[in-house]
């Protein structure tokens, strides 16, 4: 047998592997194994009953699709932030450079807090919004807002790295070749920041399908309309009705697990080109 | 297309890269513009190419103001050192960029481009990678596709930024004599960068000499190699000897060696530089009766088609290099500690400036 034990350069294979997926067993795959387990006490019809009533069907609409919402509004703003942030030098750079990374400091509620009140049809922007017949404030748009809030440092924190280390000459060679700004940008730039583009919506996508302090506060999380499936678990689990929260969980996870997989695969499928060894 | 550059200042913060530099590159030549890094070189290329622009100067392409003139107009193809292909393209839509990106009304047709795309990696040899990315090329293929990108716009004029500057040494040695063909073939007026004086001696119709910002000599090849305006242009050429001497009427002296001299006829007991190149030395075991310099081998590198040595001379400190060919080593069997007795065939004579 050890004669067709495979050489490597690299010592340690087995114990990394092993102990990878221990971590991963102990942190991510148990817990999320217990879920699937409690959710067995449902039958299947029962299972599907409480998975597809019209509330949880409409809450579903809503968080994945504000999700993506968000992150595709994320993926454009969030590269043209990394964009100015690499590209540009303006007194007070630093400053809006930590900015961006607020969102993932500040408590979730308080982002939310924070929100309602400007929005809102007394606060700051809600004030000239709403008399406009912009309605953000406890409706689902306000759920797109709080969503693009929180997943914005995503999509500047991965982009902006490949931005920076972008070769300059590759530019000039498509300007010496007669190509203008925008082609330049089209042909030349945007195929090299795709994969990490990708990476910033994936991230912004699924943290926002997560998200619940800043939404619940900014939604107002009516039935139908503006409650998102987060919500719909924790009021299950405030009724004692675990089992059934752990089906609308695993509904979830299921769907997000074969998003987030789509998008690996979109990935590998456009970087694979790039990525082959210099 | 001939190139003029006038008066051609630019500065970096407190560095000037160029310092009032002019320059007539006349239609249809190959220059190559030589200089230690730092030089200005390649900072004078880019201001051709209007990658960036001077100070002060202006730029005439065939007699028209050019200064001004964007990079997308100035009809440039330019050739980077570290090629800057496009990563995410294949070899053909790299060459065919520059005509894809063509506004409407001149864009060739699909049929076109394919026909011209093809007819340039076979121009440069390499046809069949056409389906290969940049990344699974070798360092020379990728130069080969940077040069066919650049000519894919028909440019009036090929701009190379040391274009074999990243590539291992006999790659580059063929590359070099492959472009020197190139353009013999295609006559398109060519200014390219380096720092290596045996690839510019080799390739370029007229060299360009460079340093500190300003231009030192330009002349051909063998002009700029035979009759070194400076000591500087001397030095960056090869190798060299340098020997503090006397001039006199036409006449250099070093120690009990005599030199007659070209010119500085009526220089009256002067201090001047003289240099001499390792290959015009010649080597004797023997007095002879003849006025030479007395020098002890310390060192022989006897690998290579010509052996050199390394010679303490036995009056002064400096170091002496000789270049003898393998018969010559042979004859003289020359070990480390032999005595020698050197005779410079020719000397380059640079009066001190404060002398003269």
Redesign the interface.
């Known amino acids: 047998m050890a004669s067709h034990k495979q050489k490597n350069v690299l010592p340690g294979f087995n114990l990394s592997l092993g102990y990878t997926l221990l971590y991963l067993s102990l942190i991510v795959l148990i817990p999320l194994a217990a879920a699937f387990i409690k959710t067995t006490e449902f039958t299947l019809a029962e299972f599907w009953h409480v998975v597809t009533t019209p509330r949880v069907i409409a809450s579903y609409k809503l968080t994945f699709g504000a999700a993506f919402l968000a992150a595709v509004i994320n993926a454009f703003f969030g590269l043209l932030t990394a964009w100015v942030l690499t590209r540009y030098t303006f007194p007070g750079k630093k400053l809006v450079d930590a900015l961006v990374d607020l969102p993932f400091a500040l408590p979730t509620a308080v982002a939310g807090i924070a929100l309602t009140a400007v929005y809102s049809a007394n606060g700051w922007l809600g004030s000239i919004l709403e008399p406009n017949g912009i309605k953000v404030a406890f409706t689902p748009l306000g759920v797109v807002v709080a969503l693009t809030f929180i997943g914005l440092p995503f999509v500047v924190r991965t982009v902006q790295p490949v931005l920076e280390d972008l070769?300059a000459?590759?530019e000039?060679?498509?300007?010496?070749?007669?190509?203008?700004r925008w082609?330049t940008f089209r042909?030349?730039i945007l195929?090299?920041l795709w994969p990490a583009l990708l990476t910033g919506f994936a991230l912004a996508f699924a943290r926002a399908i997560g998200e619940y302090g800043s939404v619940i506060f900014i939604a107002g999380n009516m039935p139908m309309v503006s409650e998102i499936t987060p919500l719909i678990i924790i009021t299950k689990l405030e009724q004692y009705d675990y089992t059934g929260a752990t089906a609308v969980a695993v509904v979830m996870l299921v769907i997000s697990f074969l998003l987030l997989l789509s998008i690996n695969g979109l990935q590998w499928w456009s970087s694979r080109?790039?990525s082959?060894?210099? | 297309m001939s190139i003029a550059i006038r008066n051609i200042k630019k500065e970096f913060g407190s560095f000037t890269a160029l310092n009032n530099v002019s320059l007539d590159v006349p239609s249809g030549e190959l220059v190559a513009l030589l200089g230690p890094s730092g030089c200005g070189k390649t900072t004078l290329l880019r201001i051709i190419?209007?990658?960036e622009s001077p100070d002060n100067g202006s730029i005439h392409f065939h007699g028209q103001e050019a200064t001004e003139r964007d990079?997308?107009e100035?009809q440039?193809?330019?050739v980077?050192q570290?090629y800057?292909?496009?990563?995410?393209?294949t070899v053909f839509e790299n060459v065919a960029?520059?005509l894809r990106?063509?506004p409407k009304k001149t864009r060739p047709t699909e049929a076109e481009i394919h026909r011209r795309v093809h007819q340039l990696l076979e121009l440069v040899q390499l046809d069949w990678l056409a389906d290969r990315?940049p990344?699974?090329l070798s360092g020379g293929q990728r130069q080969r596709i940077?040069l066919a990108?650049?000519l894919?716009?028909e440019p009036k004029v090929l701009l190379l930024d040391e274009p074999f500057g990243a590539l291992d040494a006999k790659v580059r040695k063929d590359l070099r004599r492959w472009l020197r063909r190139l353009h013999d073939e295609l006559h398109i007026t060519s200014v390219f960068v380096t720092h290596d004086q045996e690839e510019a001696l080799e390739v370029a119709d007229r060299i360009v000499v460079m340093n500190q910002g300003r231009i030192e000599q330009i002349g051909s090849p063998q002009e700029v190699y035979d009759n070194p305006a400076s000591p500087f242009v001397y030095k960056f050429l090869g190798n060299v000897n340098q020997f503090h001497s006397r001039v006199n009427e036409g006449q250099a002296h070093i120690g009990d060696l005599a030199f007659s001299l070209n010119d500085h006829h009526s220089v009256q007991n002067s201090d001047a530089l003289a240099y001499v190149r390792p290959h015009d030395i010649d080597v004797f075991t023997q007095q002879n009766g003849q006025a030479t310099l007395h020098a002890v081998v310390s060192y022989i590198h006897a690998a290579g088609p010509l052996v050199r040595l390394e010679l303490q001379p036995v009056n002064e400190s400096d170091v002496i290099e000789a270049e003898i060919t393998r018969e010559r080593f042979r004859e003289l069997e020359l070990s480390q500690g032999s005595h020698v007795y050197l005779k410079p065939r020719t000397v380059q004579v640079f009066l001190n400036s404060k002398a003269s």
């Open positions: 070769e000459e590759t000039e060679a498509a300007a010496s070749l007669g190509a203008n082609q042909r030349v195929p090299a080109r790039n082959v060894s210099r | 190419a209007g990658l990079v997308r100035r440039v193809g330019f980077f570290h800057a292909l496009f990563r995410h393209m960029f520059g990106v063509r990315y990344p699974q940077a990108r650049a894919a716009v």
